[in-house]
């Protein structure tokens, strides 16, 4: 499992990552499965709060994130309403990233989590 920038330059490179699994209590998706890779734009998530960059609600900016790679910061809510509001928007894809500081974390499903089918 690799998550690799490509552009813009100044961010390329390879990162630390998790990924969201069924032994997790997930859904299907398999990202062990080189099938299953994404490669596309990202699109900063907006649920319409004042911390609106989290994806704990509804995506008021729907129509950008849908077909492209939510990002969503850590934070608030379970990680699979994240999931499952990016992928309610039409995102391909969510990464989250974790903006407290030390390695990224086992990131538990919650209570939707095993409805979410893209890779998180």
Known sequence: MI???LAPQNLAGTYDLTWTDQAGGWGTVDMLDPANSVED??????DGTDADSLGCEVLTNGADVSGQIAVCYRGVCEFGMKGSQAQAAGARALIIINNIPG?????GAGAVGIDVTIPV
């Open 41 to 46: 734009t990202l699109v900063l998530v907006n």
């Open 3 to 5: 998550f690799n920038v």
């Open 103 to 107: 390695a990224p974390v086992s990131m």
